[in-house]
């Protein structure tokens, strides 16, 4: 079992002892951090003196729980996640001792696309909701969704049947999507399913829940096995980070959502409304004691810029004065308490 060290001093002895040595940075999370991650670890690996973090997926609730877990060489020094740390999950960080700095560094789409060889889609967020939620106004009351095509929802949509791949519930992409198309766009707007809500003693929070009748499948936290379901299956949509719809465009299209096409500039203009920030938790308790961890914050600041490779390679940049406000973070590292995430 893990003891709890009292001070930084004997922290970093234990931190650096043979049993527990660890030489590299090591980080997960989110599918969507990923790729962006990836890229600066890569290049402070080019360093002479630095080893390139290890940068693995499993989806930002991984991420957030695994930076949390506890203090020591055995737990990750830096979580991932495209959706910001809960109340609760920060409460697990302070049960287990841990101090964590909160830096978001770019912001990303989400984006619903299938196969150029299949059917374009062009929807309101409002009728995406009513698409994939698992309970849907009708009648005055909110019922299990009993939509088989797309045509039902909505004459104008493709005559064909529902079926989306997306992530998991641990993923940080689902549970902004089911906020911001589900909860926001569906069941807080629309007047029918106000009124069902209300009738029925639920909040709209309830209508984050998707599917699971078959319409929407979960397909794992690795957005590139969704993206290689709709090259196969050209009847199908598939839910996940701009990015990787922007690598794979040769094949893929994105859904007008709202009278809006996702790009790189009309997520950077705010007009395309499916977006959200990406984050990375840092555990102070490792700092200093893991080598790099401070030079691989650094490293994204050299990258992040509108003309960055970040920017590249499908992240959509913040502005100036966020940007500066992050890296005056990364220097001094204020910690992240309950207060902040109001």
Known sequence: ???????????????????????????????????????????????????????????????????????????????????????????????????????????DGIVVANSKNGTPLKISLANLGKALTAEVAIGGKMVPNPYKKWSDIDPSLPDAAIRVYGPPTTSGTRASYAEIVNEKAYCK????????????????????????????????????????????????????????????????????????????????AGKYKASRALYFYVKHQHVGVVPGIEAYMTEWTKHWGDDGILADAGMIPMPDAERDEMADRMKNRPVLVAADLK
Not at 190 to 206: E, P, R, V
């Open 189 to 268: 707007k629309d007047a029918d399913a106000k009124a069902a809500l209300k009738a029925s003693g639920k909040k709209a929070k309830t209508c984050r829940a998707m599917r699971t009748d078959g319409a929407y499948v979960e397909a794992g936290e690795q957005d590139n096995l969704i993206v290689q379901k709709l090259q196969e299956d050209t009847n199908a949509y598939g839910i996940f980070g701009f990015s990787y719809l922007d690598q794979n465009s040769d094949t893929l299209q994105g859904a007008e959502l709202s009278g809006v096409v996702p790009t790189f500039d009309a997520i950077a």
């Open 1 to 107: 079992m893990f003891v709890r060290i009292a001070t930084a001093a004997a922290l970093a002895v234990v931190l650096s002892s043979p049993t527990v040595a660890r030489d590299y940075i090591s980080i997960a999370g989110s599918s969507t951090v990923l790729p962006f991650a990836t890229i600066v670890a890569e290049r402070l690996g080019r360093g002479a003196n630095q080893k390139t973090p290890v940068v693995e997926s499993g989806g930002s609730s991984v991420g957030k729980k695994g930076v949390c877990d506890g203090i020591g060489t055995e737990f990750i020094d830096i979580g991932n996640a495209s959706s910001r740390m809960k109340t609760a999950e920060l409460e697990y960080c302070e049960k287990n001792g841990v101090k964590l700095t909160e830096i978001k560094v770019g912001y």
